[in-house]
């Protein structure tokens, strides 16, 4: 390796360490407030139901509608956000959902409160697949699932800190005479608001923008990120369509929907199940301090979980036993009568769904065909997932690294049964250099 190349790579290395600094820590405490506002309506239950005259029925449609309209806009919102850039569209998403998750504590019916949740849905739609497409202009794709783990722990993380705040906020009934429900909205909603006008001034849309990275790491960013799209093969007509319509696909969709059914049932109602198995107490901080209980197990269980899955390289069970895990706490929640195994259950829940959503996708990837429009090729997808060691070690030792990378491929090729014709064309089913694919063929073409 000469001397430039190394200094390209420590300064790609380097961009990396600052964008991580300075965008991942940001971006974590808005997700944070994201999640909190849509939890937060779960706790004001606790009281409001009572107050506006709210079934269960009509709280649950209030939730629809906040998740029909977040749904509806989602797409919209990332067009936009291409367009405007993210400084102006994620700033904007904030700010409005703030105002509008704060308009929350004037609701004085049913009615009202459809058409604020409504509201606050489309305010807050795209926010998270935004923050994921925001990503993409600025990690290379060996680091973006890293970065991801980082913001999806914000979720169990919010729980663990929202539920006693929440708690606590709701004992504030009567103070300058509004009813205890009404102040989380208000006071974890103006946060929102703030970070919405720090989100326009500190963030960047593009690296070629960056003025708090030096010439040189700018030049290697933009380099690798360039490298990364220029071997992303050109899209098949009709592609995203047929692949819409495959089996895996439709699986795949209608087991995500049970996550998130899971995990949005869980943040809206597990509240008001604590507050029953507690006798119905009236002390919301306590209740508040016990919800804090199952996603702290989460944070626990979430880093060990994923690295077990990392260092056996299996996803399949690792997946199908936190759903699994989910739904047998479901079962203790709702069966069970002793007050301390329906918190296990809800213990149950909260690292089924929250540690599944964070493995979910690592299992789910590998089964779709068409080529991610991030500009990531399978080859290179295999061989950062499967090579040991960090980035540095990689720079070090590339032969090792790499060695590691065809050894793994072998082995799961050989359990898999697969083989290969002696002209050295392979027959695997996804698209690699043959080089890669199949060490025969590459011995074959330096002949």
């Known amino acids: 390796m000469t001397a430039v190349s190394l200094e390209a790579a420590d300064a790609d290395a380097s961009a990396t360490r600052k964008v991580f600094r300075r965008l991942i820590g940001f971006l974590f405490v808005a997700y944070f407030f994201s999640y909190l506002d849509r939890i937060n309506i779960g706790f004001a239950a606790l009281s409001m139901n009572k107050e506006l005259g709210l079934t269960a029925t009509m709280f649950g449609l209030a939730n629809t509608l906040f998740y029909t309209t977040y749904m509806l806009f989602e797409v919209?919102?990332?067009?936009?956000l291409a367009r405007f850039g993210a400084r102006v569209w994620i700033a904007r998403i904030m700010?409005?959902?703030g105002i509008a998750a704060t308009?929350?504590?004037f609701a004085v019916g049913a009615n009202s409160l459809y058409v604020i949740r409504a509201i606050v849905g489309l305010a807050e739609a795209g926010f998270v697949p935004g923050v994921i497409l925001y990503l993409s202009y600025w990690f290379p794709g060996a680091y973006r699932a890293r970065a991801m783990a980082i913001l999806m722990t914000a979720m169990p993380v919010t729980f663990m800190l929202g539920s006693p705040l929440s708690g606590l906020l709701l004992q504030m009934n009567g103070i300058f005479d509004l009813s205890g429900w009404r102040w989380p909205f208000l006071m974890e909603g103006l946060p929102s608001i703030l970070l919405g006008v720090v989100a326009y001034v500190f963030l960047t849309d593009k690296p070629s923008q960056a003025r708090w990275l030096s010439e040189t790491e700018r030049t290697a960013l933009q380099r690798r990120l360039a490298r990364e799209d220029a071997i992303a093969p050109p899209a098949q007509a009709g592609g995203m369509w047929r692949e819409l319509a495959s089996p895996n696909v439709l699986l795949l969709s209608l087991t995500y929907f049970c996550l998130v059914n899971s995990l949005n049932t869980y943040a809206t109602w597990s509240p008001q199940i604590v507050r029953e198995?507690?006798?119905?107490?009236q002390n919301y901080l306590a209740i508040g301090l016990v919800g804090a209980i199952p996603p702290f197990f989460t944070l626990i269980a979430m880093p060990l979980w994923s690295a077990s899955s990392d260092r056996r390289d299996e996803r399949f069970w690792h997946t199908i036993s936190l759903f699994a895990l989910a739904?047998?706490?479901?079962?203790g929640v709702v069966w069970l009568g002793p007050p301390s195994l329906r918190l296990g259950g809800l213990v149950l829940v909260s690292i089924g769904a929250f540690t599944g959503m964070a493995i979910f996708w690592t299992f789910a990837t590998p089964l779709l065909s068409v080529e991610e429009p991030a500009g990531i090729d399978r080859t290179d997808q295999h061989r950062r997932h499967f090579w040991i060691g960090d980035e540095p070690e990689r720079r070090r030792h590339p032969a090792r690294c790499d060695a590691k990378f065809?050894?793994?491929i072998m082995v799961r090729r050989r359990l898999a049964g697969r083989r290969h014709r002696r002209d050295g064309v392979c027959r695997s089913d996804r698209p690699r250099s043959r080089a890669d694919c199949c060490p025969r063929a590459s011995?074959?073409?330096?002949e």
């Open 406 to 408: 065809r050894r793994r």
């Open 95 to 97: 700010i409005t959902w």
């Open 103 to 105: 308009a929350t504590m």
């Open 443 to 446: 011995r074959l073409q330096m």
């Open 327 to 331: 739904a047998a706490g479901w079962v």
């Open 277 to 281: 198995f507690l006798s119905g107490t």
């Open 76 to 80: 919209p919102s990332n067009l936009l």
